[in-house]
């Protein structure tokens, strides 16, 4: 979606993007498909280079579409302070806060389950 992006006038990123993002929350392929070539009409003249782009990886970027449902309990992330916050939340002032030093816990301090 960058690759677009950067073809489109900030003036105008917004309300382009709202509309793009669009095309992958469709349900399924053939709705994607047919939201994508309604949008890439309604824009080819404004943004040439921008519809060009998406032409070229429409199809690559629809092939989730070929898998199963995921459940998204089972999706977790990869960024670590999203993990850390995951499994020792943040506590107001009266409770146990986050270490300054960049330790999670001081050493043989038990993790809670």
Do not use: V
Not at 8 to 24: D, N, R, V
Not at 59 to 83: C, G, H, P, T, V
Request: hydrophobic fraction near 35%; charged fraction near 25%.
């Amino acid at each position: 979606m960058r690759n677009i992006m950067a073809h489109i006038p900030t003036k105008g990123k917004k309300s382009f993007a709202a509309k793009l993002k669009q095309i992958w929350l469709q349900p399924d392929k053939d709705s994607a498909l047919k939201y994508a070539r309604m949008f890439m009409d309604e824009h080819e003249e404004h943004y040439p280079k921008a519809i060009e782009t998406l032409e070229s990886g429409l199809e690559d970027s629809l092939q989730y579409f070929q898998f199963k449902q995921i459940d998204s309990r089972r999706i977790s992330s990869a960024n670590m302070i999203e993990l850390l916050n995951l499994r020792n939340p943040p506590q107001n002032k009266c409770g146990r806060g986050l270490p300054r030093h960049g330790f999670l816990h001081p050493p043989g301090d038990q993790l809670p389950d």
